[in-house]
């Protein structure tokens, strides 16, 4: 029955006063507190976004030291050994330090992504490539890619608040590490004329996706300047930011005001232009969802914004139907749309983390009408060598022994086929041997390169 008394807020809800049923009533301890540094840290301190940018984790002397007297000795000379092959800096904030469960470190799912250890590393696969989706071969100007007729990638940062190892833009996200130099950049407005230029001379882009590096670490004036400049041009329809931060820096969104504002100004300009604006966060397991979370996204409710969820499927992180399923329960239950479920990029020094064409295809059949269609994520490849996002089960042909699949991708690249390769530490003993005998890996190869051409051809 209608309750009189039911009123809609216009205060920005900054404290949980939503109702959740009891499955989607997420953490809400004060669990950061089992980490020794921030036994004393209230969560009026906890719930600062500055609090937690000041205080995230960027080396190894600071994990130990946070970590005081539960930090084990063997975990951190693991740790330190990862970092001498890691593509990406260590950067973590304490919201995400602390969902780490410290008892079993090994096995946990937050630590595999954030930190990794020299005991994990496989051999790199021999055609695993730092560029592996070609962005350089889509770029157009400095800031911009552009690889799909009707949509356009802009990069105006490359900082993150965090830094994921399996980043697919780990060439030039983050400072250089051991293994990989880079000439990374912060947002320079200046440089960003010339991609917003290219957007106005192609109309047929009418989409535009904000992202980087990460749109959260863009300052309130860049995030009204880029939001506005691009919903003021008349062929683009829609936007979206792309940040992590839902998932690693939920107290953004309720602690910083002005950058709240500046989104919410772009929301309502948007809304007034009938285009859609939204932010497209990055989500992999169901580890990540808290009472924080719920916090954020009902301050994000509030201005209006469509907030959608990329995943990756990250072996021993959510490769599995029960983890996902909650994930993605979770997500929606919280107004957060799954989007995507990537298989992972063929880029170095993530063998550890790849898992098998097969593998997500069977998670994909499982998916499917185990929930709500629209919150059914789709599960894509994005076939190495600039293909694009491609439905898991729409490869050409898929030969497992040797674990190599191929894709044809009539709308980016027509007349082309794309070759997707399995990690070869997760092949039957056969498929090794294959690997282990260059001529023979090169004519099975070739092989199916060219059925893969024959078969394309029935779809154009
Ligand atoms: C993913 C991507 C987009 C956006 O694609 P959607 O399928 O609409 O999410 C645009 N450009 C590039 C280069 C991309 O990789
Ligand atoms: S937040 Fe995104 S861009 Fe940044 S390191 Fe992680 S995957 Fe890469």
């Excluded at 004393?40 to 960027?58: K, L």
């Excluded at 880079?182 to 109309?203: L, V």
């Excluded at 948007?270 to 989500?283: D, N, P, Q, S, W």
Aim: one cysteine or more; aromatic letters at 10%.
């Amino acid at each position: 029955m209608f309750d009189p008394s039911f009123k809609i807020s216009n205060e920005p809800q900054s404290h949980c006063s939503i109702s959740l049923p009891e499955p989607y009533r997420f953490d809400d301890t004060e669990f950061w507190r089992a980490i020794p540094a921030w036994r004393d840290v209230d969560s009026e301190a906890f719930g600062e976004f500055r609090w937690q940018q000041r205080n995230s984790i960027t080396s190894l002397p600071r994990i130990s030291q946070v970590l005081g007297e539960i930090a084990n000795p063997s975990l951190l000379s693991d740790i330190k050994a990862g970092l001498l092959r890691a593509r990406m800096n260590i950067r973590l904030t304490p919201y995400v330090f602390s969902r780490i469960n410290w008892e079993f470190p090994e096995y946990d799912p937050l630590r595999r992504q954030f930190l990794p250890l020299g005991s994990e590393y496989k051999p790199e696969h021999p055609l695993a490539n730092d560029d592996s989706l070609d962005e350089e071969g889509s770029k157009v100007r400095p800031h911009l890619v552009h690889r799909y007729p009707d949509k356009a990638l802009f990069l105006p940062i490359t900082l993150c608040p965090v830094y994921c190892s399996f980043c697919t833009r780990s060439r030039v996200v983050g400072g250089s590490t051991a293994v990989k130099s880079k000439s990374t950049y912060g947002a320079k407005p200046s440089d960003w004329e010339e991609s917003f230029d290219y957007i106005r001379n192609h109309p047929q882009i009418e989409d535009v996706v904000i992202s980087g590096g990460d749109a959260l670490l863009l300052r309130a004036k860049h995030i009204r300047l880029i939001g506005k400049t691009l919903l003021d041009i008349p062929s683009i329809r829609r936007i979206r930011f792309a940040t992590k931060g839902v998932a690693i820096m939920p107290m953004k969104f309720t602690s910083d005001g002005e950058w709240m504002d500046a989104l919410a100004e772009v929301a309502t300009y948007g809304k007034r232009l009938m285009k859609e604006v939204a932010l497209h966060t990055h989500f992999n397991c169901d580890r990540e969802i808290s009472a924080w979370t719920t916090r954020a996204m009902s301050a994000l409710c509030e201005i209006g914004l469509i907030v959608r969820n990329q995943s990756v499927l990250i072996a021993g992180v959510n490769d599995n139907f029960s983890v996902l399923h909650q994930t993605f329960k979770g997500l929606s239950s919280q107004r957060i749309q799954p989007y995507y479920l990537y298989q992972h990029d063929m880029i170095p020094g993530c063998e550890h983390l790849r898992t098998t064409v097969h593998l997500a295809k069977s998670l994909s059949m499982k998916l499917q009408g185990s929930m709500t269609g629209f919150n059914t994520p789709r599960v894509v490849c994005d076939a190495p060598g600039g293909g694009g996002k491609r439905e898991i089960s729409s490869h050409l042909l898929y030969d497992r022994e040797i674990g190599v699949s191929a894709w044809s991708s009539p709308a980016a690249k027509p007349g082309k086929t794309f070759l997707y390769y399995d990690p070869i530490h997760l092949l039957e003993k056969e498929g090794k041997t294959i690997w282990n005998n260059p001529t023979e890996i090169k004519s099975r190869v070739a092989s199916i390169k060219s059925k893969a051409l024959d078969r394309a051809s029935a779809f154009v």
